[in-house]
């Protein structure tokens, strides 16, 4: 049985981030992975992610200049993104390439699936996996486990059987070849577009990404029954796209809070879909996932620098600290402006203020809420109590 410092269950961007900085850092690495498991994502990154994780361009597939917001009545509110943009990424080909960086960096990487963990006699962590490679049920130790492996983690699951894993939607998408002007007027390739309609998603969103040479299309919902494929197929027909080729499809579980608690104390943490790192409102996930990486990955490296396993405890703070506020403001947002028709027409109708644009995308490319301007957040406060209460014309 082979042995390691960690081994990290999942090669998404959150694990394969959290393996890279532990193998830079010296440590002995194991990236487990499954093959061509790839999450459907609108595959949007700020310009800070590009910075902070040295992201080459090659990998952008598409830079974004706007959104178009779409009531559920049709209604159309473009906003413009000014002194920055949008990178749009193809996650096949992303989640590869930081796999590969982390593989560079001197981590193992086994493709497999994660069966179960187990402790030895001396209560040492064991993990076994079923490896594509040879098709047999494999083990390895290690002194840390780091899940990584999505909004339905087995590492949480037996790991820490006692928190509850995040609240979560369903995501559904088609990568399809990207449209023809001629036949989808409506279709810009520097334009993210995003629907608040609920006859495409009862309490979510559905959107039209553009990747390219290719485009997203997809829809999510919390809401059990309602049919994510036939949402998606109406929006490729009401666009105009009905006849473009699809390239390939994903669909699972995208959670919407971080869970309570990431560690079990001892040996154990959870990071990405796994501690519920995604945005409310937005769904934004990429971004946050390798952040929580990197702060997972120092968190683990500190446990094995010193034997201290409370440190393992300060991921989470970290990342509270640092991006819990705009996880509440979002969460309040989702939870005001999704709850029907009527208050979904009344926010893409406030999208047309400037200071709520201004803000928006300063605070998307930054990863943090703008602090200056208190008089444009106080407009903005006060027009946001309008349309919620019913004043604002619509």
């Known amino acids: 049985m082979k042995h390691y410092d960690a081994i990290i269950v999942g090669g998404g961007p959150s694990g394969a981030t959290a393996a890279d900085d532990l193998a ?6 194991l990236l487990l992975d499954k093959d061509g498991r790839i999450k459907p994502c609108g595959g949007a990154i700020p310009p800070r992610l590009v ?14 200049r706007s959104a178009r917001m779409i009531s559920p009545k049709g209604k159309s509110v473009d906003m413009p993104i000014e002194n920055g943009y949008v990178g749009m990424v193809d996650r096949e080909v992303f989640d590869e390439w930081l796999r590969n960086r982390a593989e560079r960096s001197g981590a193992t990487r086994i493709k497999g699936e994660f069966v179960e963990l187990s ?15 040879s098709g047999e049920t494999e083990s390895a130790a290690c002194k840390l486990l780091i899940g990584a492996d999505g909004a339905r983690s087995k590492v949480l ?7 509850k894993p995040a609240p979560s939607v369903f995501a559904y998408h088609e990568i ?11 279709y810009e390739p520097t334009r993210c577009d995003v629907y608040y ?8 969103y559905a959107w039209v990404f553009p990747h390219g040479k290719t485009a997203s299309v997809g829809v999510g919902t919390a809401k059990k029954g309602f049919s994510l494929r036939g949402a998606v197929a109406r929006l490729r027909a009401d666009g105009g796209m009905d006849n473009e080729k699809m390239v390939r499809h994903e669909g699972a579980p995208i959670p919407m809070k971080p869970i309570k608690k990431w560690d079990n104390g001892k040996d154990i943490i959870v990071t990405g879909d796994a501690a ?3 945005a409310p409102a937005s769904g934004e996930g990429i971004y946050y996932a390798m952040a929580c990486g990197r702060m997972v990955a120092h968190a683990a490296f500190k446990t094995l620098e010193t034997g201290d396993a409370r440190q393992l405890a300060t991921a989470r703070k970290t990342f509270m600290k640092q991006h819990g506020k705009v996880f509440w403001v979002l969460g309040l947002l989702q939870f005001f402006w999704y709850g029907g028709d009527f208050r979904r027409e009344q926010f893409v109708k406030m999208c047309e203020d400037k200071d709520v644009q201004r803000l928006t995308w300063e605070s998307y490319m930054n990863k943090e809420l703008v602090k200056r301007e208190p008089m444009a957040h106080f407009r903005v406060f006060m027009k946001d109590l309008g349309h919620l209460l019913g004043f604002a014309k619509v």
């Open 176 to 186: 399809i070849e990207a449209p023809q002007r001629e036949a989808a007027s409506e």
């Open 276 to 278: 519920g790192v995604v």
């Open 51 to 64: 910075r902070d994780f040295e992201i080459p361009e090659e990998l952008l597939c598409a830079r974004i």
């Open 197 to 204: 309609q609920g006859k495409l998603s009862p309490d979510f």
């Open 24 to 29: 830079r850092n010296g440590k002995n690495v």
């Open 119 to 133: 402790r030895d006699a001396n209560g040492r962590l064991e993990i076994s996996y079923k490896c594509k490679t």
């Open 157 to 163: 699951r037996q790991g820490l059987p006692k928190v």
